[in-house]
């Protein structure tokens, strides 16, 4: 599994405009973005659905795993967890910290919030060779190198 960078997680924990794209019931489309707010906590990216677990594309996220965000001009392939536990109360700090003075707040930190919680973490791209091989992007650059040098 792959990791956020430190620039890319100090990126989005600045910005506002975070889109998130989970994969529509096929696994292959992704889904209408849904402008949503983020914090970083621990090094971690996570996302709240505004309302609970209803929320569309929580639904989706849960359901399929993955999909992909946009915020502060980074586009990332993603993985979707949910999340449980004492973090909520560290997220919950973080969103005080970021969004305050908004009227959205409170709905953000409430239980209904807290209950549709995820990670998001950044995941590489499987690709399929025209053998039909899947492999991860950076192996298939690594190949590509490979047969260039022979």
Known sequence: MSTWS?????KIAETDDLHISPFRDDGKTYGTPTWIWSVVVDGELYVRGYNGQKSSWYQAAVKQKA?????????????????NGSVNDRIDDTYRAKYKGSPYLPPMISARARAATVKVTPRERMLKSSKGEKRHGNQ????RRSEVSR
């Open 6 to 10: 430190k620039n890319e997680l100090n």
């Open 67 to 83: 999909g992909r965000i946009s915020a502060a001009g980074i586009t990332k392939e993603v993985s979707f967890e949910t999340v």
């Open 140 to 143: 298939q650059t690594t190949k």
